[in-house]
């Protein structure tokens, strides 16, 4: 089992800055992928930024202005999130997969005023 905490949350104007983190415990040898999703309110879970073995994706809408980091001696996940806009509001969820199996934080919320 693994549990992902995620913390960092937070209302902040547009233009602004937060950083997100997420800790993970348990059994989490063999974790090799981490990642970021977000909810919107009404709209689906979508994925923000993961860290594939040592690749790193983003989804087109924070490229350039949110960046993912790991750290392996922490078990811990970052997303520095820059130039936030009203659209990035919503709930963003730490994910983890290991072995085939997928888990999820419980969630942080993010909130952007115009």
């Known amino acids: 089992q693994v549990q992902l905490v995620e913390s960092g949350g937070g209302l902040v104007q547009a233009g602004g800055s937060l950083r997100l983190s997420c800790a993970a415990s348990?059994?989490?040898?063999?974790?090799?992928?981490m990642g970021w999703y977000r909810q919107a309110p009404g709209k689906q879970r979508e994925l923000v930024a993961i860290?594939?073995?040592?690749?790193?994706n983003y989804a087109d809408s924070v490229k350039g202005r949110f960046t993912i980091s790991r750290v392996n001696a922490r078990n811990a996940v970052y997303l520095q999130m820059n130039s936030l806009k009203p659209e990035d509001t919503g709930v963003y969820y730490c994910n983890a997969v290991r072995l085939g199996q997928t888990y999820w934080g419980k969630g942080t919320t993010v909130t952007v005023s115009p």
């Open positions: 348990g059994i989490i040898y063999t974790i090799n992928v």
């Open positions: 860290i594939t073995g040592g690749t790193i």
